[in-house]
């Protein structure tokens, strides 16, 4: 069965340090793997997807993810924070690779950024 | 308009009571997805439409939860007898199609079960 992990319900960095957001999947057939975001006040919104092309994703607001196979993770990252990236951040494993599009997200993980 | 728009955006309600929660789609998307988000919990799938078929419900808890969308277009999520459970923020998400996982989600309709 698909499932997703999300190491660290809260994660805080200091504005300009590496933001680095961890995800664990597992998944019996090729995944295809996302991150949203959701800022206070919001819906989510997608950050980027991973659907077995390229294995580093580059997504919006300088945000990037690395699928690595033989670690089963999807890690996100951002070389500097900025204080507008303090929000809610969701890894999702897709159903079925990508069938059906409903997706299986992980508890979230809270990003807090000190100026 | 531009994005999903959900109403109501709150609803307290009392235990056993009927409650109805509404979802109106990006235009021309044809995939529309129910959510359910519980305190410190990620989202959790409910049911998804292709059109106005429900294409997958594997996710509804039980047969107090049901949802149509008979235009293909707006969507109802409705509970009868509601229980303190099933209190939660519930997520309308759309997209052009199903199978991108590319979801356009709205803000969500919190309900209170007292």
């Known amino acids: 069965a698909q499932s997703v992990t999300q190491l660290g319900s809260h994660v805080s960095v200091s504005e300009g340090a590496l933001v680095l957001l961890r995800c664990n999947y597992s998944s019996s057939v090729p995944p295809y793997l996302f991150w949203y975001v959701q800022y206070p006040n919001q819906g989510l919104q997608l950050l980027l997807k991973y659907t077995s092309a390229a294995t580093l994703v580059k997504g919006i607001n300088g945000f990037e993810a690395e699928f690595k196979k033989s670690e089963t993770s999807f890690h996100l990252t951002k070389p500097s924070a900025h204080m507008s990236d303090a929000a809610e951040y969701f890894c999702a494993v897709s159903f079925y690779g990508g069938s059906q599009g409903n997706l299986i997200f992980g508890k979230g993980t809270k990003l807090s950024v000190k100026p | 308009g531009a994005g999903v728009s959900q109403t109501p955006s709150n609803k307290v309600t009392e235990k056993g009571k009927y409650v109805e929660l509404r979802c109106d789609p990006i235009?021309?998307?044809?995939?529309l997805y129910w959510y359910r988000q519980s305190l410190g919990q990620g989202p959790e799938f409910l049911i998804y439409?292709?059109?106005?078929?429900?294409?997958?419900d594997s996710g509804l808890p039980n047969d107090r939860f049901f949802a149509v969308r008979p235009e293909g277009s707006v969507s109802t999520l409705k509970i009868q007898r509601t229980e303190r459970g099933d209190s939660a923020v519930y997520l309308c998400?759309?997209?052009?199609?199903?199978?991108?996982?590319?979801?356009?989600f709205g803000e969500g309709s919190r309900l209170t079960v007292l």
């Open positions: 235009s021309g998307h044809t995939a």
């Open positions: 998400a759309s997209s052009r199609r199903g199978g991108t996982g590319e979801l356009f």
């Open positions: 439409f292709q059109g106005t078929g429900a294409a997958d």
